[in-house]
């Protein structure tokens, strides 16, 4: 019933598609040698999460499948599921999306629903909300042998392993975890035993601690393991700094954090059997 999951924060390039998937790769091998089975990365991580009105160009969105289907080739012999972030197109618009690839394979893309504008977060000059869908689409994506697949684009939808059914998970992206409603506490009623995070949240004074209180009580409230991947300090080149804080958490304990403004892999074993055993005990769980 156990399960080894794993958060890496890459070095990145901002704007440098080839480099920041070979980066990913590099991670994704490293964990998958050491048994983990769901390795996730942070939020647009194959381009970069401050590339700013660079999301607006072709070239840069051209170059981010073309580093996924580099991810998708390199990876399709690991015996893992990983989560990595890019800006997807679809119909003419632009979401800030989390891929799912297994075995080469882009299983579906998975868009933010809340798109931050406060502050110091300008997404909404670049993306629109999951909500902007409307219904389930679909675009084309590259495979591992570059063939170009129909992938869909979906939303309130948790991931299932055939070989061994508690592990399920389902994904947001940042923000969705700040709000009042997050979709992880949909995503846990549905099924899903872990959440995924894909994030970049910047550091202000006092937040490290929030941002972990958060997720341990997000994973206490849900009986899920949340695992949460951080963006690191190669996104820190504007008026922002970026830290790499990678948190896992199980129904309400801390099991894994990595130390700030470092880069690499932190590591959990979940005890699936544990969490399923505690949704089913507790009655006001449904």
Known sequence: G????????PDLHVADCAYNAAEIVKLAKEAA????KLITFPELCLTGYTCGDLFLQETLLEGAMGAL?????????????LVVGLPLRVKGKLYNAAAVVNAGEVLAFVPKTYIPNYSEFYEQRH???????????????PNADGEGVSVPVVTGTVFQCDEQPLFTFGVEI???LWVPNPPSTEL????????????????LIGKAGYRRDLVRQQSGRLLCAYLYADAGFGESTQDLVFAGHDLIAENG?????????EQGIIYADIDLQRLAHERQRMNTFE
Do not use: P, W
């Open 2 to 9: 156990f399960i080894k999951i794993a958060a890496a924060t």
């Open 33 to 36: 040698a050491k048994g983990a």
């Open 69 to 81: 289907a580099y991810v998708c080739r390199e990876t399709r012999k690991l015996a893992a599921v």
């Open 127 to 141: 993306f629109v909300s999951a909500d902007a869908l409307g219904s389930i689409e679909s675009v084309t994506a």
């Open 174 to 176: 940042c923000e969705d």
């Open 188 to 203: 846990a009623q549905m099924g899903a035993h872990i959440i995924v995070n894909l994030s970049a949240s910047d550091e």
């Open 253 to 261: 304990a801390m099991l894994a954090e990595s130390k700030m403004f």
